[in-house]
């Protein structure tokens, strides 16, 4: 299961409590203090891993706590430290203060840590009130609370290339064709209801990580349909691909529904809306002739004021004619020089 939201509560260890004890040897029966001091709690560490795809773990978990520092001991022995507690989650997480809404930390990279809850510090033991005034002092001071904090979480897929489109354009279908994914695939709009990712291997040192992103519907930059839920999920990706049925459903024509979502795009974030943008015409078995599906490249071309560039690419997801051409091109602009890029904005 997919979750991509989690509101949870850490707390961080308290600090072990100093210790009052006085030295009772051997021909020291009234030595000095010798109190230990308390250890120090445990911090809650928040670390991002690469095998982890889902906040799912938090949803029945609310509350998550660091060790307690141990308290001072006799003969100056120190309590331990508490254990920090490490909790990983996905690559991509964005990890928000519930209470003020302040972005505390963005977790890209596999394996970066953000201390999310300080530990308390450990009190002090006897030893360290003695003086010249008071030298058997019966003083220790306690251990200091840890940090509480109530997070929110938001998951942004970290992925070369996502899939945008209207409902029932065929992206779950491209991605099982193309990546070891197996999405639920139907002949439904809204099939995928959250989003997916595989992996396209072209070649033992070449792959590309695709995101299906579910269909974008007329309203979703203001939270219609599926809307913000998974808009953000596109953000993060290097280039998309902008899918298109070659004969919807609903009678609409392809150039129309490209608008449409560039439109929804734009409205979500400009910024998002200059990416680098493959167009790929989809569903081509169903012309039965090959100056049918030239006829409909060359409209679609022609409707969207298309040059003869590499913009646009025609397969079909079902039959896999075309798939491994348009990866090949797909591998090409994600890792062309970041400064070469440019979006494609059809008017």
């Known amino acids: 299961m997919f979750i991509d939201q989690a509101v949870i509560l850490v707390h961080a260890g308290k600090g072990g409590g100093g210790h009052v004890s006085f030295r009772r040897e051997k021909y020291e029966p009234k030595g000095g203090p010798s109190g230990g001091d308390g250890g120090n709690g445990g911090d809650v560490v928040l670390m991002a891993d690469e095998n982890i795809n889902t906040l799912l773990d938090f ?40 209470k003020t809404g302040e972005l505390l930390c963005d977790l890209k990279d596999h394996a970066e840590e953000f201390i999310a809850a300080k530990g308390g510090r450990g009190g002090f033991g006897n030893e360290h ?39 029932n354009a065929g992206k779950s ?20 209801l959250a989003p997916q990712l595989g992996i396209a291997v072209l070649d033992a040192a070449r792959r590309l990580v695709l995101a299906d992103i579910p269909g974008l519907i007329e309203g979703a930059a203001a ?19 902008h899918l298109l049925d070659v004969l919807p459903a609903d009678g609409s024509s392809p150039a129309a529904n490209y608008r449409l979502i560039r439109e929804e795009i734009k409205r979500y974030s400009p910024l998002l809306a200059e990416k680098d943008e493959l167009i790929v015409l989809n569903k081509l078995d169903l012309l039965p002739t090959e100056e049918e599906r030239r006829a409909a490249v060359a409209k679609l071309r022609t409707e969207l004021k298309l040059g003869r560039g590499e913009e646009l690419v025609a397969i079909s997801a079902a039959t896999r004619q075309g798939t491994r051409e348009m990866i090949e091109r797909l591998w090409t602009m994600v890792n062309r020089p970041a400064e070469t890029w440019k979006g494609v904005a059809a008017e």
């Open 223 to 241: 939270g219609a349909g599926l809307g913000h839920e998974f808009l953000r999920h596109i953000e993060r990706t290097r280039v998309l691909v």
């Open 59 to 98: 949803r029945g978990r609310p509350n998550w706590s660091a060790q307690d520092g141990e308290p001072g001991r006799a003969k100056q022995q120190h309590g331990s430290h508490g254990k920090p507690l490490v909790i990983k989650v996905p690559q991509g997480t964005l990890v928000y203060d519930h």
């Open 129 to 167: 009130f003695k003086s010249s005034i008071n030298q058997a002092p019966r003083t220790a001071s306690p251990g200091y609370p840890g940090e509480d904090r109530e997070l929110r979480m938001e998951l942004k897929l970290i992925a070369d290339v996502g899939l945008v489109g209207m409902p």
């Open 173 to 192: 279908t491209l991605l099982a064709a193309v990546t070891d994914a197996t999405p639920k695939i139907a002949d439904y709009p809204f099939t995928t």
